[in-house]
């Protein structure tokens, strides 16, 4: 059966299953959840960790005799219910101070503030447990490029995330960074708005080495790009530190939908891509349910999420062992080892490779079995293979 447990990393940020279904045009439709009752009923239903925002757990204004009293209660629960903590983040994108952004605000005072306030969030990360730190810049881009500040812009993200790595490591702290790319809303342009853009930004930062990326499947989604692919560059960059799954209707605002309920294909795929890849990083859930939904329907929206996940993590396991499947995966792929020791160059390669005869109308000829495959692959997620 399709029941997960801590053995399967499925966390949820407190924001997830405790948003209560605000948004642009309307008021909550649900009372909110506190902390510690998020932790019993995530463990209850088999989740791994929980993650948060500083201001998920302690409110803004909260004097610090109220954080240490919110933060030890909320560790009971974590240790009452063997909930982990793997991921935090700072919300950087609620408070007013943050309008025009927080790193790249054009004031430096924001600025300044910004980098305090991660600094303590960090802190409590560090208290929890956690080994990854999540940076989502909702706020970090513009309306008014007349602002003139796209280029300064990067240079304070720059300064603000070599500072901020360099405090983790002053305090033995141990985090490993994700920048979470998004390409727009709540600003008109969010800067990095694409894995790729991360991905090309981390090479300028002082320890690359520290940072990497935590791409989401509806952030991908809105910017019109194939997030499988997105996922498959940061593997191959070793790059990939933690990951945010949800679901996405093309070209819409962000909906953060239960995981698999719009693009089943692009889930299996996505989740093929994680299993084969030996990911073995936290399965995070930045996801909430519809607005339309009660306390009931928001925990069978985080049980849909896990399920989902565990059935089509079967189904990949099921591709693999299908004859059909593998015979037509095996006609696709055509390799041949004399050519490929040709294409590790040496003068003697090159030369050889450049008097070699190809017969390219044959190569044009050939039919790659796709739409068999492709059909083979529906049959299965169809449940009758
Ligand atoms: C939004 O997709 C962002 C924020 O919820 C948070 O900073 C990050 C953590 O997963 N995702
Ligand atoms: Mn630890
Ligand atoms: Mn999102
Ligand atoms: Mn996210």
Redesign the pocket.
């Known amino acids: 059966d399709f029941t997960p447990t801590p053995a399967d990393r499925f966390t949820f ?1 407190l ?1 997830t299953v405790g948003n209560t279904g605000r948004d642009p045009f309307g008021e909550p439709t649900r009372p909110p959840l506190r902390a510690p009752y998020i932790v019993e009923k995530l463990a209850g239903l088999g989740a791994y960790g929980v ?1 948060l ?1 500083d201001n998920d757990l302690v409110p803004i204004d909260a004097s610090a005799a109220e954080r240490d009293r919110i933060v030890a209660e909320f560790r009971q629960a974590l240790s009452d219910h063997g909930l982990v903590v793997p ?1 935090a ?3 950087l ?1 609620s408070d007013p101070a943050f309008k025009d952004g927080a790193f790249t605000s054009a004031d430096a005072q924001v600025r300044a503030y910004a980098l305090q306030k991660t600094m303590r969030s960090m802190d409590l990360g560090a208290e929890l447990g956690a080994h990854t730190y ?1 940076f ?1 810049g ?1 706020r970090e881009g513009t309306e008014v490029d007349a602002g003139g500040k796209l280029l300064s812009a990067l240079g304070w993200f720059r300064d603000s995330l070599n500072f901020l790595a360099e405090y983790s490591e002053a305090q033995g702290y141990g985090y490993r960074f994700a920048l ?1 790319p ?1 390409p727009n809303e709540p600003r008109a342009d969010i800067f990095l708005p694409t894995v790729g853009s991360a991905l090309g930004f981390i090479g300028t930062l002082d320890r690359p080495d520290l940072f990497g990326v ?1 791409p ?1 499947f ?2 991908e989604t809105m910017a019109g790009l194939n997030f499988a692919h997105a996922v498959a560059q940061a593997l191959d960059a070793g790059k990939l530190f ?1 990951i ?1 799954l949800n679901d996405q209707k093309m070209s819409r605002f ?1 909906q ?1 939908l239960r995981f698999g309920s719009e693009n089943l294909k692009g889930a299996f795929t996505l989740v093929k891509l994680l299993e084969d890849s030996g990911y073995d990083g936290p399965l ?1 859930f ?1 996801a909430h349910a519809l607005r339309t939904e009660d306390e009931a329907g928001v925990w069978a929206f985080a049980r849909g999420c896990m399920r989902t996940y565990l059935i089509l993590k079967d189904k990949a396991r099921q591709f693999d062992a299908d004859p059909e499947i593998q015979a037509a995966l095996a006609e696709y792929h055509r390799a041949d080892e004399e050519l490929a020791a040709l294409s590790r160059f040496t003068p003697e390669n090159a030369a050889s490779l450049k008097e070699r005869t190809f017969d390219r109308a044959a190569l044009g000829r050939r039919g790659l079995g796709l739409e068999h495959l492709d059909q083979l692959t529906n049959d299965l997620l169809f449940g009758i293979r």
């Open positions: 940020g924001w993650n925002h991921m983040t700072t919300n994108f999540v989502w909702g979470e998004k935590n989401e509806a952030h933690h945010d962000d953060d995070h930045d």
